[in-house]
């Protein structure tokens, strides 16, 4: 197969320099002048050396292998510090400046790699928020909204972790709590503030008049 004019163009490497101050970089100058730098894992991974022709698609190439290089050690990074959603590393790559290409490829090798699981993802999110800061499924189906997890899979997730957890029970704890602290006002004021307070929560109607039909017995 005949390459295009410009990609049978090839230029010659004629230096190899290790970068000051980044030992893991080199610089590549092709006839004479500096034309790029890429990590030593890349040169090492493209066999570049001194006399070495590159076509132009071979330096875009090249580029394209760095670019992803510095994506997937970026992404790296970010998920040793806490576990991300997909669109939330989506998100993360494109405000650091990495082209589209390059942030599908990285997330697929992620995906590949088992280090980004929506599903595990949504659960593990669910479970610690329902355990530290307790809310109804109105809110926690909001903040996975937030975090890019889809509608089938945010039913699902609901479904599963409060079947483990009854969204009455953590009502129930949340309302007693904050009933206890309004003792000294009036029952209909404290019980206003009680509702006020898991609605703000995310929990439907129908568990705070149930809830609120209890507070009478504490």
């Known amino acids: 197969m005949t390459g295009s004019p410009n990609s049978m163009l090839k230029k010659v490497i004629t230096k190899l320099e290790v970068q000051k101050g980044h030992k893991s970089r ?107 800061h307790p809310v109804g499924k109105r809110q926690l189906g909001y903040e996975l909204s937030q975090k890019g997890i889809n509608a089938d899979l945010i039913t699902a997730t609901l479904e599963k972790v409060y079947s483990e957890e009854d969204e009455i029970s953590l009502a129930r704890k949340l309302a007693k709590k904050k009933f206890d602290a309004q003792r000294n006002q009036p029952p209909e004021k404290a019980k206003k503030r009680v509702a006020d307070f898991l609605l703000r929560r995310g929990f439907d109607w129908d568990t705070i008049s149930t809830v609120l039909q209890e507070c009478g017995n504490w």
């Open 26 to 132: 080199v610089s590549v100058f092709l006839e004479g002048e500096f034309a790029f730098g890429v990590d030593r894992s890349v040169a090492l991974g493209w066999h570049l050396q001194e006399g070495k022709e590159l076509s132009s698609e071979e330096i875009e190439q090249i580029q394209v292998a760095e670019e992803r290089r510095k994506a997937k050690e970026r992404a790296f990074r970010w998920l040793a510090y806490r576990n991300r959603s997909r669109k939330e590393l989506e998100d993360k790559l494109k405000r650091a400046g990495f082209t589209p290409a390059t942030c599908v490829w990285v997330l697929e090798e992620l995906e590949r790699l088992r280090l980004i699981d929506d599903q595990a993802f949504a659960e593990s999110f669910a479970r610690d928020r329902i355990l530290r």
